[in-house]
């Protein structure tokens, strides 16, 4: 059996389970000495059309037969095109024209990049709880916790904090909650970043990072509406939300709303890396020439991966998958927590669900959550944290899995929380 920490892989990298995986399968991982877990990470969202899926492992295969990699500020190649076409006909509005990097994080800092010369103005507003990346500018706009930015400080200038309507964590009702949220967007308007010194609203559409709280169509209809009245761009960040994920293509689907900029990774090519940053031809056309480039970005490989994702979504519906499943799965949870008293909130959209556990007054309770997840891998089910103390289980399983996986998982989880709490 392989070290628990291998010499000589970075100390600093800290895992959420022990399992060492051999080879992935569907819905499941198997470890080196071959024991199965049913994958409710998926990769922290990768992994969407499942552990090696056969289409998505044939075009990758076919595709490095041709060509690896085609450097694309050097040369084209046909399946960056293709991509993007494909793309262009899922994305919202008039989205058509697509920049691609290797991770989200890439794409967020050109989404921001392209906002202020597109602008001309310098200030960004962010949201309570939200995830945009690891380097060092854009962790300045990332405020799930403050563990990713310690010993960074200080870091970008120019970025404003807004309430993320997080009705669970304030005590009130949704609607109460996104009036508070949108009334102190306004006064920080009226106070900290004028709208003729704010380049752009940056939010997610589920808070991932942050504790997978989705928000409110009213919410981000309310962001659309002063963005339109100050001249502000809006990007949002599907990197974790999107390609089907939430039980619709896009997260912000169901309120409606055009973003001027979105934002796309994770689940895009099925484990590629692969990002993608995606506006108007004409807001891409008001960047500065030559501000956008990377080494890897578009690269042919991952595009394959990317069409065959496309392919495989389409054909076996995953998106409708995501939307039937994920609802019996809440169902499922919300009878579970209905028996257990540590389990205060469940909550999500699709296959994007988190289970928060709390203390009886309320207050979070990051150490039930984490001998939970714990007690789960000791039964063959693998769970990530999220929350600024780690106490929302989140559940991510690929798109692909069926209520029968769904079952069996609940079940190992019902197990657990009955162990961590007894």
């Known amino acids: 059996m392989p070290d628990a920490e291998p010499r000589h892989v970075s100390p600093l990298l800290k895992r959420a389970t022990a399992v060492h995986a051999a080879r992935g399968e569907g819905v499941y991982i198997i470890d080196s000495e071959g024991r199965r877990y049913l994958d409710f990470t998926a990769g922290i969202g990768v992994t969407s059309t499942g552990h090696c899926h056969p289409t998505v492992v044939n075009a990758i295969r076919n595709q490095a037969e041709t060509l690896i ?5 050097t040369v084209l190649h046909p399946l960056l095109e293709e991509l993007s076409c494909r793309l262009a006909q899922v994305l ?3 989205i058509d024209n697509l920049f691609y990097a290797s991770a989200g994080t890439e794409a967020v800092e050109a989404s921001v990049r392209l906002a202020r010369n597109a602008t001309g103005k310098s200030n960004l507003i962010v949201f309570h709880g939200g995830f945009h990346g690891r380097t060092t500018a854009w962790l300045s706009m990332t405020t ?3 563990g990713y930015g310690d010993g960074l400080q200080p870091l970008m200038a120019g970025v404003f904090v807004a309430p993320f309507p997080y009705s669970y964590r304030y005590g009130w009702e949704e609607e109460e909650t996104v009036e508070f949220c949108l009334r102190e967007l306004d006064f920080l308007l009226a106070t900290q970043t004028a709208p003729n010194e704010t380049a752009a ?5 589920v808070l991932g990072e942050g504790g997978f709280v989705p928000a409110p169509d009213t919410f981000l209809q309310g962001l659309r509406a002063r963005c339109d009245r100050h001249g502000i761009l809006l990007i949002i960040d599907e990197v974790q939300a999107g390609f089907g994920r939430t039980g619709d ?7 409606r709303v055009t973003p001027d900029v979105v934002i796309a990774a ?11 940053m995606a506006a108007s031809r004409d807001l891409m056309g008001k960047g500065w020439p030559g501000s956008q480039g990377g080494t890897y970005g578009g690269n042919a490989v991952a595009c394959a991966a990317a069409l065959a994702t496309l392919d495989v979504i389409e054909k076996e519906q995953l998106v409708e998958n ?3 499943v994920g609802a019996r799965l809440v169902e499922q949870l919300r009878d579970v927590a209905s028996r257990h008293e540590a389990i205060g909130d469940v909550r999500g959209r699709g296959l994007m669900i988190g289970a928060e556990f709390s203390h009886g007054d309320g207050t979070p309770d990051g150490d039930t959550a984490t001998e939970v997840r714990r007690q789960c891998e000791r039964r063959g089910l693998l769970l990530l944290p999220c929350g600024a103390f780690g106490q929302v289980v989140r559940w991510l399983p690929p798109l692909i899995v069926s209520e029968a996986k769904v079952k069996e998982a609940v079940e190992i989880f019902e197990g657990a929380v009955a162990e961590a709490t007894g």
């Open 69 to 73: 990699h085609g450097q694309y500020t």
């Open 92 to 94: 919202p509005g008039e």
């Open 144 to 146: 799930s916790k403050t």
């Open 201 to 205: 609203m940056v939010v997610e559409p």
């Open 249 to 255: 293509f896009w997260g912000h689907d169901p309120s």
């Open 266 to 276: 994770k689940g895009l090519a099925s484990g590629m890396p692969l990002a993608a």
């Open 322 to 324: 995501a939307a039937a």
